[in-house]
């Protein structure tokens, strides 16, 4: 696996996407600071580009490399929560690129709970797209056998990590509001959120 991860990391570094296994299901990944790489993603899935994609990062303390006026609530619950099923919206940092956040002022962020897309992270020095490795519209792909039926060609490289868990997406909660939003049910529930935050979410 070591070597499969240095040459997605080359990859990655020539402006390639790569499919990689997570704690969730395949993800679809480009450098976050290359904008031509991550147009790529949106080619290969033929997802519409005012549809943000989330960003995964290798460690907690990435957050505020992306985000900015990140509120002590975010902080609780990424410092309880991940590494793991849970997607933090909060603003963006001015360093994001547009065409990641899908022209907004938010970015979606999460710290996957598996060593494949960390190491990615760890060894680009950037955080990567994470959006799932499935066309658009159609079921997220939990076996590299699956990317290849759904995208074929228009992944540079796809690192076949066995079966993903799959079942459940992120929880995704919107960190700009107040009270935060929870925008997406997924793998985290909204008790465990609000024990965690020690208050009500909508």
């Not at 997570?22 to 147009?39: K, N, Q, R």
């Not at 547009?98 to 022209?103: D, M, P, V, Y």
């Not at 792909?141 to 992944?155: I, K, P």
């Not at 925008?183 to 979410?201: F, Y």
Request: hydrophobic fraction near 40%; charge should be positive.
């Amino acid at each position: 696996m070591h070597a499969r991860i240095g040459k997605a990391v080359e990859t990655l570094q020539k402006g390639g996407i790569v499919a990689f296994p997570t704690d969730t299901a395949y993800g679809l990944g480009a450098g976050s600071h290359d904008d031509a790489a991550v147009m790529k993603v949106y080619q290969a899935k033929g997802r519409p580009h005012h549809l943000a994609l989330p960003l995964l990062l290798g460690s907690v303390s990435q957050i505020e490399t992306v985000a900015t006026n990140v509120p002590e609530t975010a902080w609780t619950l990424a410092r309880q929560l991940l590494p793991g099923a849970l997607t933090l919206v909060l603003h963006k940092a001015a360093s994001v690129s547009s065409l990641i956040s899908g022209g907004s002022d938010k970015i979606a962020v999460r710290v996957p709970n598996h060593p494949v897309p960390i190491a990615l992270v760890e060894g680009l020095g950037a955080p990567i797209t994470g959006t799932s490795a499935n066309r658009s519209g159609r079921p997220s792909a939990v076996t590299a056998q699956e990317v290849y039926r759904q995208l074929g060609d228009s992944v540079d490289m796809i690192i076949d990590g066995g079966r993903c868990p799959g079942g459940s997406d992120s929880t995704v909660i919107d960190l700009t509001e107040d009270p935060p939003r929870i925008l997406r049910q997924g793998a985290i529930s909204r008790a465990d959120i609000e024990r965690v935050c020690g208050r009500k979410i909508r």
